[in-house]
């Protein structure tokens, strides 16, 4: 009987061994470049708005943008709601704007391939994965943009958002806002006031993007926040995949990140946008992280159009985002997939918003969170069915895995019906891992550990498999390093 | 002015007339109320829970409260019976905000203590010392304001291992010249081993009355205790209801409540069950037909404070022409609670392309070994159960109909009175007709 109870207690002892490992795990990214930066000095305000415009050669309807927004955000406060311990932002005391100085025009600083290449993304064209095209962008500029001219030939435009203002402004201007516009929320605001760089995808009709398009976004100056600007259009009957990745340094300071990415797509045309984000997400107390607050929103604009988000979210101490459709043409489909994962004392509160108003509109969403450690992990979405919106569909699923008693798993879902053909439903499940399963992986010879990874990947397979190949193989091993053992 | 200021403003200068037409117990309750009232809005629609609601529409006719607690001269158990055929209960009434309490109603009571809230503070002051208004939260404006403004109530106080043979019936009957708020209170403390069924039901005298009837119910089931609680509303379009319960739970203590909605104009109806003991099984069920205007909002919260315990809820809503449904759950589970299983349900019909549906259920888990789950969602009548019954022989409408009472059928089914579950099911039945169920004996449906 004793024996027994010894068994028992060793066992407990080292599956808490495990989940301290675990919650140890060192963030691989966290080193900083030492490269010389051009930083504005910090502070927030008119000046410092038509100071980054001019950095970037803006034309005056892009500095008009800018100051509208500027001047809406200063009436508007950091919003409160969310199931998160967001402090109050001392937005005077963030630098807006940071670029990496360069040698000469045109050259890239040998430093900075380094670094990229450290992250695994290889900036030059030779060593590059085939078949993915990538806009680095370090702090506040865009440092590189691969396969653009091989891209330009199927007429495809992916560009820097800043180049995209100077050689195809009508494009830009045409679309710029128009998903997101600055009245939004608070950090929408001060996206488009401050906001630097990012990519800007032109898919042309009857186009089918040959490759991958990617963005990697790494913050590497102290005291700065990065704002990006993504902006994809797909016209009519196009399609593109589009990735995005991120990482930052190790710091005790917490770095803002309010980003917005905008999709319209057309008729018949298809986006699929993944991310992995992997932003340095604190250290085991909570001190330091990235602060992720970024409005993403895709429009189905055309009738049979396509949006398709998958994210898998493991990094930043704060995380706090939905990205959304906005279904408005008849027949178009939303979906999204989502794996947050929060340990130690990272907080995430994300989910999406399906907005059906055309007509037999579809949207799926699969929402699958991990909590260990003191980690808060919400869901919040929300499905509206317009009067009008007649024969909708929804479906969404989201299941909550705790790995620890100190974590917290939350579901937040609203749903809003306006008519009576279209069915919306809904299911959320809450639960440890299952103890069964563990015991029979225990009992085929598979460490508890093993076991644990073994059944989250499992768990977060649905997800998974809809994130392209080069992604998936990063997401799985992120996941299988972040939960290394993490069963309480 | 907002609409609670009038009522504060009433307040304030019958005050004195108020204090002496209502027990010590209430009065000691208002000075806290009023506190809690001075920075308080009502919520107006859009806000976090309030999604389809307006309560300040709902306060801001100018009301009258009898303040003066004028007797209304038609004695309800001559004007009106409720029978459940076959249910034999202990009938108590309360006409608007003024329980009438007979003779006959206390017989057969086992031992369970029936009263208003002037004759408990008499009779049992510790009772009401020890739980009125403990549960009841002030930082709902509407809470504050009944317990600013209440004179009298019910007190069901069961005590330690008595257990209640009948039913206790609680009718209320809804009657007024004028637009009039009805400030209605009840306690219900049930002791360790207590066991008691309450059968509430609010019905609307009259038509184009307008009564708003705002009721705070506290229930505290002891160790061991059982509470069945089905609170049944068949009033008129022109009745508005704000009722908020708050159930605190101890160990081993079993909870149902059932609230059930067939006719209405505006309700909105607040559950907040607490529950502090281990093995404490609640289940919170709800449905609601609507029609033409109606409106029924339901929001509930279960806070599982200890480890060992479960709770269900189903809610189920059936909506046709303009009616507007929405429903908020959440079941919270606090660190430390292990071995927590709760379920949230709640399931809609929208039968015509005009009613709308609002539905927010939601879990906030801060421990890891539990099992919580919820699951909703909004649709119509199975197309191939209606073919099928098509093929038969059955008519579209009736097919409709016997889908929609089938829909229903499980949160009737969760109703532990075999002679009110048949009830239920025979009002179901007539409500789907588009005819409302005559009571036996009753001299306003019957007539």
């Known amino acids: 009987m004793k024996n027994q109870q010894d068994k028992t207690n060793n066992k407990a002892k080292q599956q808490d061994d495990i989940l301290r490992n675990a919650v140890d795990e060192e963030y691989k990214y966290g080193f900083v470049t030492d490269i010389d930066t051009n930083v504005i000095p910090k502070g927030l305000n008119e000046d410092v708005v038509r100071q980054i415009s001019a950095l970037k050669n803006e034309p005056e309807w892009l500095l008009e943008f800018r100051l509208k927004a500027f001047r809406h955000w200063q009436t508007l406060r950091q919003p409160s709601w969310g199931h998160l311990h967001l402090p109050e932002i001392d937005y005077q005391d963030i630098s807006y704007y940071a670029a990496p100085r360069k040698k000469k025009e045109g050259e890239i600083d040998p430093e900075l391939m380094e670094t990229f290449d450290k992250l695994g993304i290889p900036l030059q064209e030779r060593k590059a994965l085939s078949g993915m095209a990538v806009d680095a962008i370090m702090d506040s500029v865009s440092v590189r943009t691969t396969y653009s001219e091989r891209l330009a030939e199927l007429g495809v435009i992916f560009c820097p958002i800043s180049e995209a203002v100077r050689d195809y402004p009508d494009l830009v201007r045409k679309y710029l806002g128009k998903v997101v516009p600055y009245t939004d929320n608070f950090f929408a605001a001060l996206n488009s006031a401050v906001f630097s760089d990012g990519s800007f995808v032109y898919i042309p009709k009857g186009v089918r993007c040959p490759m991958e398009l990617s963005s990697y976004f790494r913050i590497n100056a102290a005291q700065t926040g990065q704002f990006e600007r993504t902006l994809i259009v797909a016209d009519d009957d196009a399609y593109v995949s589009y990735l995005e990745g991120c990482t930052a340094p190790m710091r005790d300071e917490n770095q803002l990140h309010a980003a917005i990415v905008e999709i319209i797509v057309e008729d018949r045309a298809e986006v699929k946008y993944s991310t992995v984000q992997n932003w340095y997400p604190g250290d085991k107390d909570g001190k330091g992280g990235i602060y992720n607050l970024v409005t993403k929103r895709g429009l189905c604009r055309g009738d049979h159009s396509k949006i398709s988000w998958t994210q898998v979210e493991t990094g930043s101490a704060i995380t706090w985002k939905y990205p959304s459709c906005i279904l408005k043409g008849d027949y178009s489909v939303g979906e999204f997939y989502s794996v947050a994962l929060t340990r130690n004392r990272q907080e995430a509160d994300t989910g999406t918003k399906m907005i059906h108003l055309g007509k037999n509109t579809r949207s799926t969403i699969v929402s699958k969170g991990i909590s260990a450690g003191y980690s808060q992990n919400s869901y919040r979405g929300l499905v509206r069915v317009a009067p009008q919106a007649t024969g909708c569909r929804n479906y969404t699923q989201c299941d909550s895995l705790l790995l620890s008693d100190t974590s917290g798993a939350h579901t937040f879902p609203v749903i809003e019906v306006g008519n009576d053909s279209s069915i919306v439903e809904h299911e959320a499940t809450t639960s440890k891992i299952n103890e069964d399963q563990i015991f029979y992986c225990n009992q085929r010879g598979i460490k508890t550990e093993d076991a644990v990874a073994l059944i989250v990947n499992g768990y977060a397979d649905e997800v998974m498999t809809k994130l392209p190949m080069e992604f998936a193989v990063e997401a799985r091993r992120l996941l299988s390093v972040s939960l290394e053992g993490s069963v309480g | ?447």
């Open chain 2, 1 to 447: 002015m907002n609409a609670l200021e009038q009522y504060i403003g009433l307040y304030r200068e019958y005050r004195e007339v108020v204090e002496r037409n209502a027990p010590a117990a209430l009065n000691a309750l208002r000075p806290a109320a009023l506190d809690a009232l001075a920075t308080a809005r009502l919520p107006r629609k859009g806000q976090e829970d309030y999604e389809a609601i307006d309560m300040e529409a709902i306060f801001a006719p100018d009301y009258g409260v009898n303040v003066t607690r004028l007797d209304y001269d038609i004695d309800p158990t001559e004007s009106f019976r409720c029978d459940v055929p076959n249910l034999s209960t202990c009938l108590f009434h309360t006409y608007n905000d003024v329980p009438h309490i007979s003779a006959t109603s206390r017989r057969n009571l086992d031992g369970v203590v029936v009263e208003t809230l002037t004759e408990a503070t008499a009779n049992h002051p510790d009772v009401l010392a020890g739980h009125l208004g403990r549960l009841a939260r002030l930082d709902d404006p509407t809470v504050a304001l009944n317990t600013l403004l209440a004179q009298d109530g019910l007190l069901v106080y069961v005590p330690d291992g008595v257990s209640a043979s009948k039913p206790i019936q609680l009718l209320n009957i809804l009657s007024a010249a004028h637009p009039t708020m009805v400030v209605r209170r009840l306690l219900v403390v049930a002791g360790k081993n207590a066991h008691v069924r309450l059968l509430a039901c609010d019905h609307t005298q009259g038509s184009g009355t307008q009564v708003l009837n705002l009721q705070v119910i506290e229930v505290v089931a002891g160790r061991n205790a059982t509470v069945d609680f089905y609170d049944l509303e068949e009033s008129g379009t022109d009745t508005s209801r704000v009722s908020s319960l708050f159930v605190e739970q101890h160990e081993g203590s079993s909870v149902l409540v059932d609230g059930i909605t067939l006719m209405n104009g505006i309700t909105r109806n607040n559950s907040h069950v607490q529950v502090v003991g281990e093995h404490a099984s609640t289940e919170l069920l709800g449905m609601t037909i609507a029609s033409g205007h109606q409106h029924v909002d339901t929001r509930s919260f279960v806070s599982h404070n200890v480890p060992r315990c479960t709770s269900n809820q189903m809610f189920k809503y059936v909506l046709a022409d303009e009616a507007i449904g929405a429903f908020a759950g959440k079941v919270l589970i606090k660190e430390g609670c292990p071995r927590v299983e709760a379920y949230q349900g709640n399931r809609n019909l929208c039968a015509s392309p005009s009613a709308r549906m609002y539905t927010k259920p939601q879990l906030e888990i801060y421990t890891d070994d539990v099992k919580a789950s919820h699951g909703t969602t909004i649709g119509q009548l199975d197309e191939e159960a209606m073919f099928y019954m098509r093929t038969r022989g059955v008519s579209q409408e009736s097919a409709r109909r016997l889908l929609m009472q089938a829909f229903m059928s499980d949160v009737i089914d969760g109703v532990r009175l075999d002679v009110l579950r048949d009830r239920l099911h025979y009002l179901v039945e007539k409500r789907f007709d588009g005819t409302l169920a005559a009571c036996t004996g009753c001299a306003i449906c019957g007539k």
